[in-house]
């Protein structure tokens, strides 16, 4: 399988718009990256797989962005947004098969958001990365977390027996492992890169499904959600989602 590809990209396209509390979810994701964004204040973007909100509809300040995105309606839906915009190339294809387009622009800050646990070979893909950095690149991912709080509370309801077993939504969103801070740290040092910072960020008490519940019943309001995403600081390690900001090593 290609780099930076899932197993079924027309499953993942139609089952991605289906899934309940994904849209707030992916925000909060968004919210997270644009903070980075905005302290290391990059020139020059790459986004590799932008699903279906590219970054550059959240954060204006570059003077290039560039979008790989594998899937075919998710890259013409970036050209749509991007069609009124400049200093915006959308390429739909594989990093492994842009990689000779992508290394002719230098990148200083690259974002894998939502990728690493659903590609099937994540090492290649962060090696593919590697290879477009220089050693002052930022590369910015984030994955979901397998110590999130909704996954505590159902270890203690006795409704799985694992942090890291695969959950139904995993499974049909074609998910291939699930992380926490130790083991995808190990991963991105093992793929030649340092950690420079990272966290979790949103505790989410309830599944996607019982959130978007609750939102729509209107228990679960805006503030609430802002609320949530804050309280990460108060429980650091149990967020929904990790963050790391990478560099380059030395070796």
Known sequence: MAVGTVRDLDAYQKDYGLLPFEATQSRYRKR????SL?????????????????IFAHYADFAQMVVVEPGDAFARHARELARARTGISVVHGTLEDSAEALARTPYD????????????NADALLRATASLCSSATVVHVNVPNALSFHRLLAREMGLIGDLKERSDVQQRMQQSRTFDLETLSELVVDNGFEVVEQGTFFIKPFTHAQMSVLQADGLLTDRMLDGLYGLSV???DNGSEIYMNLQRGAK
């Open 32 to 35: 997270k990256i644009v903070e």
């Open 38 to 54: 905005t302290r290391y204040h990059p020139r020059s973007i790459l986004e590799i797989g932008c699903g279906l909100d590219p």
């Open 109 to 120: 800050f690259i974002i894998l958001s939502s990728l690493l646990h659903e590609v099937a």
């Open 234 to 236: 108060a429980f650091p």
